[in-house]
């Protein structure tokens, strides 16, 4: 039997690598998007609170 | 993280669980032979996520809803992802079974054409700015560009290559015993569940992002500049 253990190793490191980066990716871009979102709703509230008062 | 996320994790840790402990190392091969389950996987998920956009582009072409669209990039894109998992493992399987890391067979230069085909697609996209054109440029394309997976599917059973045939391959045809096979399908069918989950997790940051540049276009032409 060939001895393939590192070939092994690094094609499930590249696999799950690669699926673990992607999803991070996608986590960042959606808090990112969150706070974007989040920070631009406050802006336009805030106008018309400063008008109430 | 919705259920769908929770329940593909756990299927693509039981696959590798199974992967690693309940199936039989290949005797020639050795251990580098299990890298096939998921490329494989990848490579039956990656042909799926562009049949998908696709027929999301022939949905977008009869309904002129952009949500089929929002699906068609995000289809694209986890396809992408899957086809260079699956470029990346069989190269690193090939190193020591065929003695090289590359070599230009059919099934591996069809799949090459497919990658770079959707990866045009997305530098494409980005360059259209109207969203209705961009739109119908993408399906259409996402259409056109779908004849690359027969040709993929089709060139290891119908030309002259080394790249082994799971079923129905005659000479080139891998022999998998009944706990090898059932690994196989594990693994299909969690890969499956998660080009699913991370679909739709694209497809609603996608979304997500066009309606934050509406809300950013607005607020821009609100704003008064002091002109």
């Keep these: 039997m060939a001895q393939t253990l590192n070939y ?3 094609g499930y490191a590249v696999i ?13 871009q959606s808090r990112k998007i969150g706070r974007a979102l989040a920070s631009l709703k406050k802006d336009s509230v805030q106008p018309h609170l400063e008008n109430a008062n | 993280m919705s259920y769908l996320s929770i329940l593909a994790f756990a299927l693509v840790l039981f696959a590798f669980v ?16 299990k890298v096939f389950y998921f490329h494989m996987s990848a490579a039956w ?3 799926l996520a562009f049949l998908a956009a696709a027929a999301f582009g022939i949905l977008y072409l009869s309904r002129k809803d952009l949500k089929w669209d929002t699906l068609t990039a ?3 894109e986890v396809g992408l992802l899957f086809t260079i998992i699956c470029i990346l493992s069989g190269m690193i399987w ?11 067979d059919p099934r591996l230069t069809t799949v090459t054409i497919m990658a770079f085909t959707y990866i045009a697609f997305i530098l494409l996209r980005r360059g259209v700015d109207n969203p209705a054109r961009r739109a119908r440029f993408s399906a259409v ?8 997976v027969p040709l993929t599917f089709f060139s290891a059973r119908l030309l002259r290559t080394i790249h082994p045939v799971v079923f129905g391959g005659g000479e080139t045809e891998m022999n998998l015993n009944a706990q090898m096979v059932a690994t196989l399908f594990i693994s299909l069918a969690a890969f499956t569940v998660l080009y699913i989950a991370l679909l739709l997790q694209r497809a609603r940051l996608m979304a997500q992002q066009e309606e934050l540049n509406q809300q950013m276009a607005a607020v821009d032409s609100d704003y008064d500049w002091g002109e």
Aim: proline content about 4%; overall charge positive.
């Design chain 1, 8 to 10: 092994f190793i690094a």
């Design chain 1, 16 to 28: 799950l690598g690669l699926l673990a980066a992607y999803c991070v990716i996608l986590f960042l």
């Design chain 2, 18 to 33: 199974r992967v690693l402990f309940f199936t039989p190392v290949e005797q020639t091969m050795g251990l580098v032979q």
């Design chain 2, 45 to 47: 998920v990656g042909m």
């Design chain 2, 74 to 76: 995000a289809s694209v």
């Design chain 2, 94 to 104: 090939a190193r020591p079974i065929w003695n090289t890391w590359w070599t230009w």
């Design chain 2, 141 to 148: 394309y996402a259409i056109i560009g779908f004849i690359s």
